[in-house]
């Protein structure tokens, strides 16, 4: 019987880029996931670093908690409710990227 990795397990909603092409989705996981399937190259890749918590506050009111593997700076991401891009930033100190106001 295989094990699953449940180090890595995550629910609700993640924002994952590929590790191979790069591509970027937006997706809610009720089950569980503990690794990556993309839709655009096909890659399957197990989550092998914790995820990091994204706080997503639009203007619109929309307010989301994601968990997500990327690993930049700043980046915008869209509002699920209105569509508008959100500007996002790691802070190092909380270990999150939150919404720059």
Do not use: W
Request: overall charge neutral; charged content about 30%; some cysteine.
């Amino acid at each position: 019987m295989k094990e699953e990795n449940t180090e890595h397990t995550y629910k609700g909603f993640l924002y994952i880029r590929c590790p191979e092409c790069g591509e970027e989705k937006g997706q809610c996981s009720k089950k569980g996931m503990h690794s990556i399937h993309c839709d655009n190259c096909g890659c399957n890749e197990e989550f092998t670093e914790p995820l990091i918590p994204m706080y997503v506050n639009c203007e619109c009111g929309g307010r989301y908690k994601y968990m997500t593997n990327k690993k930049e700076e700043m980046f915008d991401i869209p509002c699920l409710s209105c569509g508008a891009p959100v500007p996002i930033r790691y802070n190092r100190k909380k270990n999150i990227y939150e919404t720059i106001k």
